[in-house]
Every structure is written in structure tokens, then in C-alpha cells.
């Protein structure tokens, strides 16, 4: 780096998955989306580059301006200044069900190969198995959405061959799968971790690493991943962050640190 070139500023890798994962989401997009990190990633976009950005929550809350990260989707918060206050039925059948919405915004316990997302119980049947949250309305975003947008760190368990059980369908057993489900095509996926972007190959329907975070190798994604995706032929680094976007995640949007803690995320150098 020359020396009339600043470095980028400190920040977390779980801070710059955050922020990849806004800078994804276009302005005029309407996103449904869940707690945690997504709620961060949505919110950090319609205040930077997408101010026209509608979202779209769970609990029947349509377009707010969200401040501080509600911890819930019956959180106060995520009711600001919304458009309606709606409920559960509206938003699932009369604007998700109904193919209105551009980007579904999701976390998940397990991603396979083919983009299907576990968040129902871990382990196989027979063993001992951990049970988890269930679906929400995930089954319905990656069934109707035209994206899916799914923000998780990368390790290894969270990345299977095969999920062990699927809560929400990506390209469920490869080509073709979606539609013998009854299921639209028109969908893509985009995975957003703190090692990588990996992404759907059209031809195949299986994710293939497209993009690297700032430092990391294709080797640690490849390490951390438990089936072994296609790596595009041209590697994309993610960009730095920008002080601002820093300044609004760690001071506006969640300045406890209730989702974006720095015991859990590696320290990117200068």
C-alpha cells in the first residue's frame, strides 16, 4: 500500500459480512426480512445507498424506518414510522405468497451444496439430535422469494454435503428440483459469510465461491466448508468498509453490541 493511500479502518470481519450484505440490496427493493443480522445489514442499506428500500417483517409490519436493531419481530422498534401495521396473513399470503417480494433476508444453522437451509434440528435420526428454532416464515421466503440473501459465519458444521433436515428449499436436489416441487426457477442465492460469497451456478445449482473477504484464502474457505464447492474462475475481493457505514453499525444501529459482538468475530489487520 503506497503511502499516500490511507489503510481501510479497523474492523471485524463479522462487521464487513454485515456490511457486504447491505451493499447487496438495491434501492426500490422490497426485502423480507428476520432478526439478527439481517435485520443489521437491511437496515444499515435503506440508510445509506437504498433509502427507497420496503421492508417487509414477519410480524405484519410494512416498510418502517427502523432504528436501533429491534431484538424481535414484535419489537417496538421494527414499527417506526411504518407504512401498516399489519398482520402475519398480509405479508405472508397477500405480498410474499404472492411473488411481490424481491429479496428474502435469512440466517441459517445449516447451507448444503444446493442453497437448502436447515433451521428445524441438527443431528441424524437415530443419534442425538438439538432442536432449533424452526422455520418462522423462512420456508416461505426461500419458496417464494426471487432472492435469497443468507448472512452466517463460515464453519464447517454449518456447511454439510447434505442438511440434515431441510426447513427452507433452495435448489433442493439440483437442477430441476424447484420446479418437480412445484416451485418458481426464476431464484437465485447469494451466501454472505465472513470468510467468502458463494453463489448459485446457474448451470449447475450448486454454490461455487465467488468472492473472497479481505485477507482470506480460497484454501480457509475450502477448510471450513463440508462439501467441496466449484470456485469461479475469477475471484472477486470483498471491498473495505467505509468509516461511516462503522460509525451507524457500531453507534446507531446496535451500539450494545447485542448482535455484533467482537468476541465472536476475527480482528481483520491493517
Known sequence: ???????????????????????????????????????????????THA?????????????????RTPISVSDPKVMHRAVKLGTL?????????????????????????????????????????RRLPGSGGGNDMASHCRRLLILTPHERRRFPERCDYITS??????????????LSPDFAVTVVTDLAILENDPATSALRVTGLM??????EVLAQTG???????????VAPPRTDDLRQLREELDPEGVYLKAEDAVAVRR
Open 51 to 67: 433509502p427507497s428500500l420496503a421492508m417487509i417483517i414477519e410480524s405484519g409490519v410494512i416498510a418502517p424506518q427502523v432504528r
Open 227 to 237: 462439501f467441496r464447492p466449484e470456485v469461479a474462475a475469477e475471484i472477486q475481493v
Open 169 to 182: 428449499p433452495g435448489f433442493l436436489d439440483g437442477p430441476g428440483g424447484r420446479e418437480r416441487a412445484g
Open 1 to 47: 500500500m503506497s503511502a499516500d493511500v490511507a489503510p481501510p479502518p479497523h474492523h471485524t470481519r463479522q462487521e464487513l459480512m454485515v456490511i457486504e450484505a447491505a451493499r447487496r440490496l438495491r434501492d426500490g427493493d422490497v426485502v423480507f426480512v428476520g432478526t439478527g443480522l439481517p435485520f443489521l445489514a437491511t437496515t444499515l442499506a435503506q440508510r
Open 214 to 219: 479481505p485477507q482470506v484464502t480460497v484454501e
Open 89 to 129: 396473513r398480509e405479508v405472508l399470503g397477500t405480498l410474499l405468497q404472492r411473488g411481490l417480494i424481491d429479496v428474502g433476508m435469512i440466517g441459517g444453522a445449516q447451507i448444503d451444496r444446493y442453497a437448502n437451509i436447515n433451521s428445524t434440528w441438527v443431528g441424524r435420526p437415530g443419534g442425538q439430535r
